[in-house]
């Protein structure tokens, strides 16, 4: 979103799970991310990409109230985070966190069945739109692409039916997808 909206920022790495004592006690859950604008400090993506349209916009990536695709732009916004990421996190702490012999269990084989299954939301979406809402690239397409990229990660995208490889790889192809890989 910062890449898209072309706002500076300094992206700080750091361990997973984190152990830095600054990052701690600026978020004391440990988790990511971690986004500071002066004296604002939030630790939720999607009110994260609420705050820079809001707070650093006008852009077209939000739609406002009376635009048409206002209803899907909320549904996808939350969408990406709240149905698709959250069974992944589960996966995600697995994968890093657990003993070897528990790294492969029943819950997160579930947990990645049921983020392929949630999918069928927005293949269904995309049956009819190029994006999730408004006929555009919009804060809704980075919420949903970060999911689709979480699942990548856990090299879910062989389930991703063709619409949402397209999808997916269009919003990879974004210049503001490439700067924020990059760095």
């Excluded at 984190?18 to 701690?24: A, C, M, N, S, W």
């Excluded at 077209?60 to 969408?79: I, N, R, T």
Aim: glycine share 6%; with cysteine.
């Amino acid at each position: 979103m910062l890449e898209e909206m072309g706002l500076d920022c300094e992206v700080v790495k750091t361990a997973f799970p984190p152990t830095d004592p600054e990052f701690l006690a600026a978020n004391p859950t440990g988790t990511f991310p971690l986004f500071i604008d002066g004296e604002t400090l939030l630790t939720e993506s999607i009110a994260i990409l609420q705050y820079l349209a809001a707070r650093h916009g006008p852009t077209p990536l939000s739609v406002a109230a009376e635009e048409p695709g206002f209803a899907d732009y909320l549904q996808f916004l939350e969408v990406g985070e709240a149905t698709l990421a959250t069974p992944l996190t589960a996966a995600v702490r697995t994968r890093f966190m657990a003993p070897e012999d528990q790294k492969a269990n029943w819950t997160v084989e579930n947990c990645k069945s049921v983020f392929l299954d949630r999918l069928k939301l927005v293949s269904r979406q995309l049956e009819s739109h190029a994006y999730m809402a408004a006929d555009r690239f919009t804060a809704a397409d980075i919420s949903v692409g970060y999911a689709l990229g979480f699942g990548e990660g856990l090299r879910l995208s062989e389930g991703y039916d063709p619409s949402i490889v397209d999808y997916w790889r269009r919003l990879q192809a974004r210049p503001a997808y490439q700067r924020a890989i990059a760095r």
